[in-house]
T-cell receptor, first 117, second 112 residues
Framework: GAVVSQHPSWVICKSGTSVKIECRSL??????MFWYRQFPKQSLMLMAT?????????EQGVEKDKFLINHASLTLSTLTVTSAHPEDSSFYIC?????????????FGPGTRLLVL | GENVEQHPSTLSVQEGDSAVIKCTYS??????FPWYKQELGKGPQLIID?????GEKKDQRIAVTLNKTAKHFSLHITETQPEDSAVYFC???????????FGTGTRLKVLA
């Protein structure tokens, strides 16, 4: 149980284009999902908290107009990197918390590797 | 602000030996402490967790201990195997919140 998927697993795009990454909780509902970014050999950096039916909460220093988050259902959150540039290349990971309490164990997706040329 | 320190950053052990990774947290309101294993190119996988009302928890070869007074918690892996080689992250979360404060990670290498 508690499986989270991400799609795509990797993506290559040209500078200036937008890329959408999907995060799905497969066997549970999640009011709250999270988006992280991870650079090589570093820890996970929280970008934003995605709440179903409401606006995402972004961490300090994360551009909300660049990283658009939509949590339209209890099983799906999407991250859109708009006008991507090479510095946006990274490993993006989502996580989800089962249930509607908004607190508890986070289950992570397998990650999406983005390369912007 | 809140932070979690994790040591060591790298750890090499011989197969069959034990490995210990230690974390220290700063927020006294933290009450949930998960440990994750991350293999290369994959997402973190929960391996064990502990809540503040418990001092120790064990699951086969893996155990976690918590010292609330000292704000320390540790991961213990016994009888290590090559497949235990990965990066391990500790995290701390406070009641009423859902954010994790992650440690910086420990790269464990089990030598066959």
């Amino acid at each position: 149980g508690a499986v989270v998927s991400q799609h795509p697993s990797w993506v290559i795009c040209k500078s200036g284009t937008s890329v959408k990454i999907e995060c799905r909780s497969l066997d549970f509902q999640a009011t709250t999902m999270f988006w992280y970014r991870q650079f090589p050999k570093q820890s996970l950096m929280l970008m934003a908290t995605s709440n179903e039916g409401s606006k995402a909460t972004y961490e300090q220093g994360v551009e909300k107009d660049k990283f658009l988050i939509n949590h339209a259902s209890l099983t799906l959150s999407t991250l859109t990197v708009t006008s991507a540039h090479p510095e946006d290349s990274s490993f993006y990971i989502c996580s989800a918390i089962p249930g509607t309490s908004g607190s508890g164990t986070q289950y992570f997706g397998p990650g999406t590797r983005l390369l912007v040329l | 602000g809140e932070n979690v320190e994790q040591h060591p950053s790298t750890l090499s052990v011989q197969e069959g030996d034990s490995a210990v990774i230690k974390c220290t947290y700063s927020d006294s309101a933290s009450n949930y402490f998960p440990w994750y294993k991350q293999e290369l190119g994959k997402g973190p996988q929960l391996i064990i967790d502990i809540r503040s009302n418990v001092g120790e928890k064990k699951d086969q070869r893996i155990a976690v201990t918590l010292n609330k007074t000292a704000k320390h918690f540790s991961l213990h892996i016994t009888e290590t195997q090559p497949e235990d080689s990965a990066v391990y992250f500790c995290a701390a979360s406070a009641s009423g919140t859902y954010k994790y404060i992650f440690g910086t990670g420990t790269r464990l290498k089990v030598l066959a």
